[in-house]
Structure formats: structure tokens, C-alpha cells
């Protein structure tokens, strides 16, 4: 089965760039995603990349794939303090279902 | 509705005791899952109901789970004799077979198990 890990915390400070980092095992994914959960709340896709492209870019969000050595990331620029959540990566494995990581904890301090 | 409902949003019970928990999801999305996130953690998958077809039961724990939907509306997770190690939050979430599928969810059930 699809192994996921995400370092659990982040800390940075408001206007920086933040960047999430998550490595996986099972290539077989035909998308990857990016989620926020904000405290009491479901989470929120955020955006996701086709497994045949190595960037996509949505505003403020940079997704980065590197296939070669299965590593996902994303990139927040000009992290606000509303940005602080919890941020999982996750990918479909075929069977319909997602396998998320662990999630990492994103701290914006003022 | 706009989006994926559950209810109730947080329950207690305590140990030994029958639990339901609803999901309500959007209306015209065929397919529907439920997750389990324990405290600090990812989510784990439960089950996975798509139109008429056979539920994925393959992410249930244990015979004390169990999951109906009605049609493409209303689903309920059922977990009998509630165990301490049950205590997580619930989350559902549904999707339309529009290739993306992407999953919408809702904001989950907390469960305390006493």
C-alpha cells in the first residue's frame, strides 16, 4: 500500500514563503492533491496536480512533483496568519478512496 | 445543500453503547466515503459507496462497523459496542464521477467514547 510522510510542524512568519513537503511510495497516482484543515472544520481542497506535470501554479500556490524521487510540495507565498492550518497531502490510488499523510501543522506568527 | 453535512457534530457515549453517525451528502454526487481521523493524525478510509454498486468495505476496523446509503442521498455509519479507541472524528465526504472526482467533505463528527 501507498506509505505517505509529512514532517508534522511548520512555523514562519507572516509575508515569508511557506513550503510543505511530502515524499510517497506508490507512483501509480494520476492526481495528487493538497488539503487545509482549518481547527473544527472538514478540509478544503486546495489544489492538485496531474501526474504528468512537474509544477502548477494557482495564485498564491505552487505545486512541485518530482516523480523521480516521489516527492510533493507546496509552496504558500506571502503566508497571512489565515493560512495557519493543518495541510495533508493526499493521492488516489485506484481504488477510488484517498490515502492522505499525517498532515503538517503550519504556524503563522504576526 | 451547498455542501457535505453530518451530523451530529460531536457525541459522546459511553463505552459499549451503539452509535450513529449521518452524512448528508451534495445532492447528484454518486459516490461517497467515510473516513476516520484520529486525534494528531491522517485520515484512514472506512468505506466507499458509488451509485448502485457494492460498497468498498476494505477500510472497516472491525464487525462492529458498519455503513448503509439509500439510494445516492442519506449514508450511516454504525459503529456497535463503541470502544475507547473508537474516539476519533468522523469524516465524510462525496464526489461526482467527473473524471477529477474530486471529494468534497463535510465537517466531520467528533466522537468521544467514555
Known amino acids: 500500500g501507498e506509505d505517505v510522510e509529512q514532517s508534522l510542524f511548520l512555523s514562519v512568519r507572516e509575508g515569508d514563503s511557506s513550503v510543505i513537503n511530502c515524499t510517497y511510495t506508490d507512483s501509480s497516482s494520476t492526481y495528487l492533491y493538497w488539503y487545509k484543515q482549518e481547527p473544527g472544520a472538514g478540509l478544503q481542497l486546495l489544489t492538485y496536480i496531474f501526474s504528468n506535470m512537474d509544477m502548477k501554479q494557482d495564485q498564491r500556490l505552487t505545486v512541485l512533483l518530482n516523480k523521480k524521487d516521489k516527492h510533493l510540495s507546496l509552496r504558500i507565498a506571502d503566508t497571512q496568519t489565515g493560512d495557519s492550518a493543518i495541510y495533508f497531502c493526499?493521492?488516489?490510488?485506484?481504488?477510488?478512496?484517498?490515502?492522505f499523510g499525517s498532515g503538517t501543522r503550519l504556524q503563522v506568527q504576526p | 445543500g451547498a455542501g457535505v453535512s453530518q451530523s451530529p457534530s460531536n457525541k459522546v457515549t459511553e463505552k459499549g453503547k451503539d452509535v450513529e453517525l449521518r452524512c448528508d451528502p451534495i445532492?447528484?454526487?454518486?459516490?461517497l466515503y467515510w473516513y476516520r481521523q484520529r486525534l494528531g493524525q491522517g485520515l484512514e478510509f472506512l468505506i466507499y459507496f458509488q451509485g448502485n454498486s457494492a460498497p468498498d468495505k476494505s477500510g472497516l476496523p472491525s464487525d462492529r462497523f458498519s455503513a448503509e446509503r439509500t439510494g445516492e442521498s442519506v449514508s450511516t455509519l454504525t459503529i456497535q459496542r463503541t470502544q475507547q479507541e473508537d474516539s476519533a472524528v468522523y469524516l465524510c465526504?462525496?464526489?461526482?464521477?467527473?473524471?477529477?472526482?474530486?471529494?468534497?467533505f463535510g465537517p466531520g463528527t467528533r466522537l468521544l467514547v467514555l
Open positions: 445532492s447528484g454526487h454518486t459516490a
Open positions: 465526504a462525496s464526489s461526482q464521477p467527473d473524471g477529477l472526482e474530486t471529494q468534497y
Open positions: 493526499a493521492f488516489d490510488t485506484g481504488r477510488r478512496a484517498l490515502t
